[in-house]
């Protein structure tokens, strides 16, 4: 059974840091190419950040570079987004997606920054 379980989530204030985690099962992560999307209310999902299976490529989103940082464990099947000088417009439910020969999803956690 395919399980992408994302943890982290909260409420922080303006300028704050949240660590995002995903941990996978039931397919093989390291072949992977591992994503973070994002929904805002009233929003379409947009992509954050990915990696790729081996982590030689990294892509970050124009709204988050040089503030996130996307890295992944695969002894740990573990995605992880470091989330720095949060902004009330990062505010959204954050999904970790796999993306291979095919697709999966996580449930998403809630990221709320405000004061």
């Known amino acids: 059974q395919v399980q992408l379980v994302e943890s982290g989530g909260g409420l922080v204030q303006p300028g704050g840091s949240l660590r995002l985690s995903c941990v996978a099962s039931?397919?093989?992560?390291?072949?992977?190419?591992m994503s973070w999307y994002r929904q805002a209310p009233g929003k379409e999902r947009e992509l954050a950040a990915y990696?790729?299976?081996?982590?030689?490529?990294?892509s970050y989103a124009d709204s988050v570079k040089g503030r996130f940082t996307i890295s992944r464990d695969n002894a740990k099947n573990t995605v992880y987004l470091q989330m720095n000088n949060l902004k009330p417009e990062d505010t959204a439910v954050y999904y970790c997606?796999?993306?291979?020969?095919?697709?999966?999803w996580g449930q998403g956690t809630q990221v709320t920054v405000s004061s």
């Open positions: 997606n796999a993306r291979w020969l095919l697709q999966y």
């Open positions: 039931g397919f093989t992560f390291s072949r992977y190419v």
């Open positions: 990696i790729s299976s081996t982590g030689g490529t990294i």
